[in-house]
Each structure stands twice: as C-alpha cells, then as structure tokens.
C-alpha cells in the first residue's frame, strides 16, 4: 500500500470500490481516476466499470468468491457501495482485514428512520453505531426483508464496523439524492407523471422537510472522505431543507408549466417519495468543520430536476 498521510489528507494511490457501477458511484470512479489513483472496481459483472479502472467480478455476498477475486492485492483506501446488511459487513470486515488502511461504507440518512427532532437538523451522535444491536439470524438474504428494513440493515452494518474495527472506518450518512439523467429511483419522475395527469400526490399529514445532496457532490464527498483521517460517522448533505412542496414546484417549472401538484393528505398508509411523516434532516456541521464546503439546497434544485426529467 503506498498511500501517506500529508497533515490531515490521505494521498490515496490505491482505492478499491466495491460497486460503483451506477449513478453517484459512476461519478465516484471517475473522480477518482481524474485524480490519478488506481482503482479497483469489484462488482457481479453486471456493468463494466469507466476504461482505465481494474475489474474483479465477485459475488460480496459469497466470502470465498471475494477473496479469490481480490488475490494478494492491498488498498490504501476502500469505498463500499453496496453493504446493505450485518452479514455483508462481517463478511467485508473479515476480508478486508490487512487489506486496507481505511475502509469507507456509503450508509443513509435512513439509519435516523428512528429519530424525530422537529425544529433542529439531526447530528451523528442520535445514532451511536457503536450501541446498535446486531442480528444476523434475520433474514437479510431475502431482498425483500432487506429492502423493507433498509434503514435498520445500514445500522446494524455500521454497528459491524464500529464494535470491531478491524481498520479505520468512516460511515458516510448520505442524504436523499437529485440529480442525474441516470438518476434510476423513479422518485423525481413519480411526481412528474402525477402532476401531468393532475393526480393526487398523496403526502403526510404533517409533512415535514428533510435535507438532499445532489448527484455530483455526494461523489465528490465520498473522495473527500477517502482522502482525510477522521473516522466515524458523518453526515452528507446540502445546506438546507427542501419541502415536497418546493421539489414539485421544481418539476412544474422544468415540464413547462404543464399541471400543478394536487396534494392529498394521508393519516395512515402509502405516502409519495419526497414525504415524512418525521423531521430528520441532518446537521451536516462535522463535515463542515472538518473542511467540506457543502452547496445550498436552494441553489441547484431547479437544475438538478430538469436534468432527471430531460
């Protein structure tokens, strides 16, 4: 491994990223490639990664396929996009052992699915991985068990990691998301096609703001992450909140003025994405203070959902 610590700043050489084959994590490859590091991308097989990136197919779920892929090979930094579970994370925390000097996991802002602090953003410290129950007897290979408890399988991964470091980590908490032609979810078109057809969106009652990132500063926060020496987690997001009400004042101006956003509120059931029923958006001050200059929310929400609508 030939990274080095500069001050505060890791020079990393060698990055593997685990993932990375769509949306912010495309981005991230390639930041990293402009900046001269060799990068190493280990996913299925699914999508190839940019040229000049090393590829090793392997299932992360499957231990011995993870080693025999990884070989004799060391990293100075590794960025996890795709540990969803405890199991996963055990099974990363084992094989990376010795692996690497710093291991960065992508996490959520769901880890605070818990919280609710109306009248003050969210900091690090509301969710302590390190007192998080851990239980692999769940049933985390069933995606759909996954997917219900997405939040809940980010905490018990970050758990993992912090109760038996096995290396310095750093938990990226990352908020929702805009941006992007690519941008996969659907939810910035869920509101699009509603408001085109003048249906109801439906949205809790209240419903409260929460914080986003858009697509290209989360990938150029993960790289800040890799490169410093802070460990633990932290928050990604953008200065400010947005309501469901500015996002679709947004979509309304990128279609042309072609509908406006009827909203329904709900007591129980479905909501739209974008919607919540708890106030959680996030302090990003550790980040801050720790040298990233986060954007305004505000600034960039207009283009950002133009360009997932083009």
Not at 5 to 25: K, L
Not at 189 to 196: F, K, M, Q
Not at 233 to 259: D, K
């Amino acid at each position: 491994m030939e990274g080095e610590f500069r001050g505060t700043v890791f020079v990393v050489r060698d990055v593997c990223v685990i993932g990375g084959s769509r949306y912010f994590g495309k981005r991230l490859v390639a930041l990293l490639l402009e900046s001269g590091a060799r990068v190493t991308v280990v996913n299925r097989g699914s999508s190839a990664p940019p040229e000049g990136a090393v590829h090793l197919v392997a299932d992360r779920d499957d231990e011995r396929s993870l080693r025999a892929a990884l070989g004799s090979r060391t990293f100075d930094v590794v960025v996890d996009q795709v540990c969803y579970t405890p199991r996963q994370a055990e099974i990363a925390r084992r094989v990376f052992e010795g692996r690497t000097r710093r291991y960065v996991l992508t996490s959520t802002v769901e880890v605070y699915e818990y919280e609710d602090s109306p009248g003050r953003p969210v900091r690090e410290d509301a969710v302590d991985p390190r007192t998080v129950e851990v239980d692999v007897s769940l049933p985390w290979g069933d995606p759909e068990f996954a997917g219900e408890h997405y939040g809940e399988g980010k905490r018990q991964a970050e758990a993992v990691f912090a109760r038996e470091p096995a290396f310095p980590y750093v938990a990226v908490r990352v908020a929702h998301v805009l941006g992007g032609a690519d941008d996969f979810t659907g939810r910035v078109d869920h509101y699009a096609e509603r408001i085109a057809a003048g249906a109801p969106i439906a949205v809790p009652a209240p419903n409260h703001p929460a914080t986003y990132i858009r697509v290209e500063e989360i990938a150029e926060f993960l790289v800040w992450a890799a490169e410093g020496s802070f460990t633990g987690p932290v928050n990604a997001a953008a200065h400010g909140v947005l309501s469901t009400a500015e996002i679709c004042a947004a979509v309304e101006r990128a279609s042309g003025g072609g509908g406006r956003a009827v909203f329904r509120e709900v007591e129980v059931g479905e909501v739209s994405p974008f919607s919540f029923r708890r106030a959680y958006g996030m302090d990003n001050s550790r980040a801050a203070g720790l040298g990233f200059s986060f954007s305004k929310s505000g600034q960039w929400l207009d283009e950002a959902v133009a360009e997932t609508l083009r």
